[in-house]
């Protein structure tokens, strides 16, 4: 049962990382806590199930279709943020208009695809894989191992490009990199794109591990942030970190706990981080 | 006279503003950004409703909804208040998804998701407000007092210490104040304030369950804070009226069901984000967010 | 912004609500004509459990339509007026006040156990009948003028416990359930029941309405060591658990409830559903032929067992009618003689309503095989 178990976090904590590397790549630039990040990964799943469920496009060609509207798409969301900055509007009010978008969105979903749950049933059901006596399903593994290649495709992208270091100077400071020539402007709408298309990449292996349903946003996003903060705010590798332990901890926890206890196990975790260690496991305190 | 429709959307509305105020105190007049609003409400609903329930009279369990939100509001208070800006957003959010999770597990005290049935209506010195006439004006007795009670402490001294603690925090410890303190009171008097408009929630549903306290129920209440602008009374009554009221038409309007349900959220959602791009101090606010 | 400017506006958005809201509330027909009973549907139409509220819309206006076209009771036409709940207990409320005071509606239905409990009071007070089909067995006691018209847990459970000890040699049960009103009461009600039996209840597991992954729980579960498995919640979280089951590799049979026929879980979780069992009513084509036929003509689909739910409430609510002159202003004889409605003939089976306000149903086993719902045969 530890075994399983183990796996069980694994899959959990791949599928959070997918969610909180974004929303902390966008928080570690631009400053502002992005809960439409959320909204974003469900617009994924469901562009996924329009393309390839109703119109019945070839799969991997609505993958990438996906991937690349979903990068559109959080283009746009920047442009709304944009006209917030331009007014000089605090993080707060990016905060609160994020929650608003969020809603929004989801309402929209809700509108035009109805409450009701979707699949996308490219998977046969079979049963898993057994490895030491615990079980995993091929498509699980392969959510695991390209999450994996994710971050580190994410790591390289960070600290060799030349738009990773425009990117790191905004984020350590904006008018010392303005200064030397980088628009921050731009750099913010490039956190964008590449987080939005990391959600998008997560909202497709979610769509196809989990059902669809409208306000799948604002579960994914709760389960995201709470990993950001555990692992430190803005710190990509400890939003990842934080990613897996709250996969572990959630799942381990009910081995002790009763299972309705779930879901208050990681909103407990996130109280205490808050209140004792704000800056996370991997974070610097900042003023 | 009136309509038992428009009684109900007016008592509604008097607990939306007891709400809303209460919130505007914590957020427009102090500064801090609590989006756990909606955890002292819940907490007030709780509390009252299951006193009522194990026979205490109804002003026992409504003043106890209050104390007992008030503390907790001191307790949320006690580790959050070195935190600033988002973070204090998120740690109160966070505050408010686990009191929902000891409301929805904790099945001894509260049920869990059974929820509680048949909470008495209000009776006070054997007069039972079993009609909704009556408990309208019981919920207008009640938002008027606390109103007046919130304006009261906004314009004393203590109150021009709130606005200075929000304006400049470290100028007012300099100055020999002591803010940690002021802060706590602050949070503490307006989730007393939340707690009684969860007390009367709970009489005039009565029943309640978890589902009545999630993250959706925030977003009418912020909204109304910050349409009506931060740091004013008036505003926010007028902005709670306003918005409680404006899905309403769309009840009477022929469209399907399936665009009037999301369309009350597309509302709130698109209002906010309009009020917070093109006039972010709300309709007759005082300050901008920071 | 001037001030003017913003008082104007403000004078603006207050005319326009409270002109809409008077528009709506004046739009009472005048003259009040004596023809039409109106009876009020405060559904779910909108959020997450819209497909129940849309099955029993199809139902009660299918109802409608065939009265209405057999020229209505006593020539008085029946008309239904919908408000949609969003499964909401303060919108259901402001729906069932507004349906009282604009459309001077008498008779109700709703659903939603926790929807159902917070508009008792009201239906008491104003007392006009309302009915529900939701299941909780707490509804029972809600008061006088609150029906049920569904089996309710406690039926549900005690047949399916009477076929398990008859048909299988199971001693061991593992349960999960949705954490929400009517999961936790099935639960405490199977567990009970098992208990009695004195056999063994080996875990119980909770999930959230929002869990997608219920890996951790059936990872309890089969390490508990079961002879068998009973799974309550929304049919989505059925499905899933279906699925997640199948893929760990969990071989022992699977029990539901009666929520659990849903076309979507057998396309949904395909091979993962052989084999799953539970209680239903005799609801079916061969039982309801023409209702099927009917229904099919209509709406080019199957109905469900909720439209025959809904269905089944308008010919309750017809026949108690009836018996009170086709008055439907005389609430309280409407309610006396729907408490004596026996062996009603509906399409969910031979109905009976109890004392309490709830009904009985014959309840029959189904049995998930080659993608479908057959009746169980041993």
Redesign the interface.
């Known amino acids: 049962m530890f075994l399983q178990l183990l796996i069980n976090g694994l899959i959990a904590g791949a599928i959070y990382a997918l969610v909180a590397s974004g929303f902390s790549l966008i928080y570690s630039i631009c400053k502002f806590v992005h809960f439409a990040h959320g909204a974003v990964i469900a617009v994924a799943a469901y562009i996924l199930y329009a393309l390839f469920s109703l119109l019945g496009m070839n799969f991997w060609l609505a993958v990438i279709l996906t991937i690349i509207l979903i990068s559109i798409f959080g283009s746009v969301m920047n442009l709304i943020y944009k006209q917030l900055r331009k007014r000089k509007a605090s993080n707060v009010i990016l905060l609160i208009a994020s929650f608003a978008l969020l809603i929004l969105i989801e309402s929209l979903i809700l509108l035009f695809f109805g409450a009701d749950v979707k699949t996308i049933g490219f998977i046969k059901i079979a049963k898993g894989l057994e490895i030491l006596g615990a079980i995993i399903t091929p498509l699980q593994i392969f959510i695991v191992i390209s999450s994996f290649i994710l971050f580190a495709l994410l790591f390289f992208l960070m600290k060799r490009t030349k738009i990773g270091k425009a990117m790191r100077a905004v984020s350590d400071n904006k008018d010392v990199a303005e200064i030397v020539g980088i628009s921050s402007e731009r750099i913010y709408m490039w956190a964008f794109i590449i987080g939005s298309a990391i959600a998008g990449i997560g909202g497709i292996l979610i769509a196809l591990e989990q059902n669809l349903e409208p306000m799948m946003g604002t579960h994914l996003i709760i389960k995201g942030f709470t990993a950001a903060i555990i692992g430190g705010i803005g710190n990509i590798p400890g939003a990842i970190l934080g990613a897996f332990l709250l996969g572990f901890s959630e799942n381990f926890g009910i081995w002790f706990l009763p299972s309705g206890y779930k879901d208050a196990i990681a909103f407990v975790i996130l109280f205490i981080f808050l209140l004792f260690r704000p800056q996370g496991i991997l974070g610097i305190r900042k003023k | 006279m009136f309509?038992?429709?428009?009684?109900?959307?007016l008592i509604?509305v008097g607990i939306y503003v007891i709400l809303a105020i209460s919130l505007q105190l914590a957020v427009g007049f102090t500064g801090l950004?609590n989006l756990g609003h909606i955890a002292f409400y819940c907490v007030g609903a709780y509390t009252s409703a299951l006193l009522a329930l194990a026979g205490f009279p109804f002003w026992f369990a409504f003043l106890s909804a209050g104390i007992m939100a008030m503390l907790f509001g001191f307790l949320l208070s006690i580790?959050?208040n070195k935190?600033k800006?988002?973070?204090l957003?998120?740690?109160t959010l966070?505050?408010s998804?686990?009191i929902?999770?000891?409301a929805?597990?904790w099945?001894g005290l509260t049920r869990?998701?059974?929820?509680l049935?048949?909470i008495p209506r209000p009776s006070l010195a054997g007069f039972v407000f079993?009609n909704?006439f009556s408990f309208l004006i019981l919920t207008f007795v009640i938002g008027l007092i606390s109103y007046l009670i919130i304006k009261r402490i906004i314009a004393s001294p203590f109150g021009k210490v709130l606005e200075a603690v929000r304006d400049d925090e470290l100028a007012t410890k300099v100055l020999g104040k002591n803010t940690f303190k002021i802060k706590t009171y602050a949070l503490g008097i307006s989730a007393f304030f939340a707690g009684i408009a969860g007390s009367l929630y709970a009489h005039y549903?009565?029943?309640i369950?978890p589902?009545?306290f999630t993250?959706?129920q925030l977003?009418p209440v912020?909204?109304i804070v910050?349409i009506g602008g931060l740091a004013s009374l008036k505003g926010t009554v007028?902005a709670s009226i306003?918005l409680v009221?404006?899905p309403?038409?769309l009840?009477?309007i022929g469209f399907p069901?399936?665009?009037?349900?999301?369309?009350?959220?597309?509302i709130?959602?698109?209002l906010?984000?309009l009020i917070?791009?093109y006039k972010?101090k709300g309709?007759?606010g005082k300050v901008?967010?920071? | 912004m001037t001030k003017t400017s913003k008082i104007i506006i403000g004078v603006i958005i207050a005319v326009i609500i409270i002109g809409g809201i008077w528009y709506g509330l004046s739009r009472k027909p005048s003259g009040e004509k004596k023809e039409i009973i109106k009876i009020g549907a405060i559904l779910p139409l909108t959020g997450k459990q819209a497909y129940i509220g849309q099955n029993m819309r199809e139902g009660i206006d299918l109802a409608i339509e065939e009265i209405n076209n057999q020229g209505g009771l006593d020539n008085k036409l029946i008309e239904v007026v919908y408000e949609d709940s969003q499964g909401d207990p303060k919108l259901a409320i402001s729906g069932f006040n507004k349906l009282r005071d604009v459309g001077s509606v008498n008779l109700f239905i709703t659903t939603l156990s926790h929807v159902t409990l917070a508009l008792a009071p009201l239906a008491e007070e104003a007392k006009t009948p309302m009915f529900t089909i939701a299941v909780s067995p707490s509804i029972l006691d809600a008061g006088e003028y609150t029906f049920v018209n569904n089996f309710n847990g406690e039926q549900e459970l005690g047949f399916l416990v009477d076929f398990i000890i008859s048909n299988f040699e199971f001693q061991k049960l593992a349960i999960i359930a949705q954490n929400v009103e009517f999961g936790i009461q099935y639960k405490d009600v199977l567990e009970r029941k098992w208990r009695e039996q004195d056999r063994i209840v080996t875990t119980i597991e909770l999930f959230d309405s929002s869990a997608t992954d219920y890996r951790s729980q059936l990872t309890k579960i089969k390490n508990s060591n079961p002879d068998f498995i009973y799974v309550v919640g929304y049919s989505s979280h059925i499905t899933r658990i279906l699925v997640q089951a199948k893929e760990s590799g969990i071989e022992e049979r699977i029990f539901s409830y009666w929520g659990a026929r849903e076309k979507e879980l057998l396309a949904n979780a395909g091979e993962a559903a052989e084999g799953l069992i539970f209680p239903f009513s005799t609801f079916s084509r061969e039982t309801a032929f023409q209702f099927f036929e009917k229904f099919e003509a209509k709406y080019n689909k199957e109905p469900h067992y909720r439209t025959g739910l809904a269905f089944d409430i308008i010919g309750i609510f017809r026949e108690s009618l009836e018996k009170c002159n086709v008055d439907p202003s005389n609430t309280v004889c409407v309610k006396d003689k729907i408490y004596t409605v026996n062996n009603y003939p509906g399409v969910t089976g031979l109905t009976l309503v109890t004392q309490e306000g709830g009904t009985t149903k014959e309840i029959i086993i189904l049995e998930v095989k080659n993608g479908e719902f057959v009746r169980y045969q041993e």
């Open positions: 309509s038992a429709y428009f009684i109900h959307l509604l950004l580790p959050t935190l800006g988002d973070y957003a998120l740690a966070g505050f998804f686990v929902y999770a000891v929805l597990n099945t869990g998701p059974l929820g049935p048949g079993s909704n549903i009565t029943f369950d589902s009545s993250l959706l977003i912020l909204t910050i007028i306003i009221l404006l309403e038409p009840r009477f069901s399936s665009i009037v349900g999301p369309a009350r959220q597309i709130y959602a698109l906010l984000l917070l791009i972010p309709f007759s901008k967010l920071e």
